[in-house]
């Protein structure tokens, strides 16, 4: 089904406007109403907004120094998935999306301006024909064991400092189990082994699918890559860094952590 570049009106029933890494909600928490997306594409805070009506929802991107007005509030996306799991496919393909159209406006072949396609969720260009659909990121994320002990590591990256698995995107050519060894010995200098998939999950920072797997310790002095990592540390299961310090809940790394650690 087709995407709706900025319709008049907001006829869908879930309504998500994300500014950065947050959702805009009502003073309550809640979604938006119909009125509130209008109310915010009239005081001219919208960069983009769109409609997807085969999945029943509306999503508008706020540009990124706009002051909310009065009945408004920021919720974390991620905070929001562990509350409305209902919600997390819609939550996430909305930023995702909103994101790739605001990078991806033009062709790269020939630069013509991309346009909305008329049957599919895609951009097309009318000089070239092609069509270009939304862009998923895989990268897979590892809770490796060895014994009673779990190997937690802090990234030295961006801002979200906890412990937390170790993990990277998939290259080219890389089976997910080459990712899952690569990553490991990249980072930590260790060998795996019994590398298992567990599960996946959506994670729209900007267009990621964590796939999430365990392995176990098969050899190896622990050494970290220092241009990666902080540091890395084996925890026992029954003493785990404070709350604090761990990934939020609802994250595959979250996931891993607890499952394993109550195993």
């Known amino acids: ?3 709706i570049t900025k319709p008049n009106e907001f006829k869908c029933t879930h309504n ?4 950065g890494v947050d959702l805009i909600v009502s003073s309550t928490g809640a979604l938006l109403t119909a009125k509130e997306m ?5 005081s001219d805070l919208a960069v983009d907004w769109f409609s997807e009506d085969f999945y029943d929802y509306n999503a508008m991107l706020i540009k990124d120094d706009a002051e909310l007005p009065h009945g408004f509030s920021l919720c974390p996306i991620r905070q929001f998935f562990w509350d409305h799991e209902e919600l997390k496919f819609h939550a996430a393909r909305s930023r995702s999306l909103l994101s790739q159209r605001r990078m991806y406006r033009f062709c790269p072949t020939c630069t013509a301006e991309l346009e909305d396609d008329k049957t599919e969720s895609a951009l097309f260009c009318p000089h070239c024909s092609i069509k270009f659909f ?3 990121e895989p990268a897979t994320i590892t809770l490796i064991h060895k014994g009673d002990e779990i190997l937690l590591a802090r990234g030295k990256r961006g801002t979200y400092r906890k412990f937390a698995c170790i993990s990277g995107f998939v290259e080219q050519g890389e089976s997910l189990e080459d990712c899952v060894r690569r990553e490991v010995k990249e980072e930590t200098n260790l060998e795996v082994k019994n590398i298992r998939y567990t599960g996946s ?3 729209p920072f900007p267009d990621q699918l964590m796939l999430e797997f365990t392995a176990e310790y098969a050899g190896g002095e622990l050494k970290i890559q220092e241009e990666e990592l902080e540091e890395a540390r084996w925890f026992k299961k029954d003493q785990l860094p404070p709350q604090d310090q761990l990934p939020m809940a609802g994250s595959s790394a979250y996931r891993l952590i607890f499952g394993e650690a109550k195993k």
């Open 1 to 3: 089904m087709p995407i």
């Open 16 to 19: 998500f406007a994300v500014k």
């Open 38 to 42: 209008e109310f915010l594409r009239d």
């Open 134 to 136: 939304p862009r998923i």
């Open 201 to 203: 999950s959506a994670w």
